[in-house]
């Protein structure tokens, strides 16, 4: 089945720095990339659609600026997380859908800002 | 506005027995349902899609029902194992095709 490989798994950065989120579609074109954020026991929450080629479309209340979305290629979409702070500290899990499949899903990081 | 309501108080089974969750949704009925298992620390792995016309879809110890007149979808492990043990997780289509999705309900099969 189709494979989406997502990395780090988890990290811990200081408050302040930045954090770079990386998903691959490992033998598929992921043309569409969502990403989504998760708190615990609570909701998948997407917070933006990144089509490979073009600017990602953020949901309402998400910061663009701070959330750096790059999707350059059909392979790879990234996700920056920009000055974070320890309310940033949450599950990111990116997700895509090969063909008209449904989403199949990385399998997440861990960010801790401290 | 369109919502995915789940139990979030987890769900303690016992083994061999069969494991029934609820998944709630609120305004018009969605053309499909989907069903996915959450294990901690990982990203959600899809299980079955259930269709607005469709009243039950099965793969193998699981069934999915549609209930369009209570606004309901039934998630059900029969023969439960403690392998089964996960978070649950329900989602619809909402207006803008994206999907919503429900808390989840943690599944507990103890042997």
């Known amino acids: 089945g189709a494979v989406v490989s997502q990395h780090p798994s988890w990290v811990i950065c200081k408050s302040g720095t930045s954090v770079k989120i990386e998903c691959r579609s490992l033998?598929?074109?992921?043309?569409?990339m969502f990403w989504y954020r998760q708190f615990p026991k609570q909701s998948l929450m997407l917070m933006a659609t990144?089509?490979?080629?073009?600017?990602?479309?953020?949901e309402q209340g998400v910061e663009k600026d701070k959330f750096l979305i790059n999707h350059a290629s059909l392979t790879l979409s990234t996700l920056t997380v920009t000055s974070a702070h320890p309310e940033d500290s949450s599950f990111y899990i990116c997700?895509?859908?090969?063909?008209?499949?449904?989403?199949?899903f990385g399998n997440g990081t861990r960010l801790t800002v401290t | 506005s369109q919502k995915i309501e789940q139990n979030s108080e987890a769900l303690n089974i016992q083994e061999g027995k069969t494991a029934t969750l609820t998944c709630n949704y609120t305004?018009?009925?969605?053309?499909?349902l989907q069903w996915y298992r959450q294990d901690p620390g990982r990203g959600p792995v899809f299980l079955l899609l259930?269709?607005?016309n469709e009243k039950e879809k099965r793969k193998e110890r699981l069934k999915v029902t549609f209930d369009t007149t209570l606004k309901q979808s039934l998630f059900h492990i029969t023969a439960s194992q403690p392998a089964d043990s996960a978070t649950y997780l329900c989602?619809?289509?909402?207006?803008?095709?994206?999907?919503?999705w429900g808390a989840g309900t943690k599944l507990i099969i103890k042997p």
């Open positions: 997700s895509t859908h090969p063909g008209n499949s449904p989403l199949h």
């Open positions: 033998d598929f074109q992921a043309t569409t």
């Open positions: 990144s089509n490979e080629g073009s600017k990602a479309t953020y």
């Open positions: 305004n018009y009925s969605p053309a499909y």
């Open positions: 259930i269709r607005e």
């Open positions: 989602a619809r289509p909402g207006s803008n095709y994206q999907l919503i």
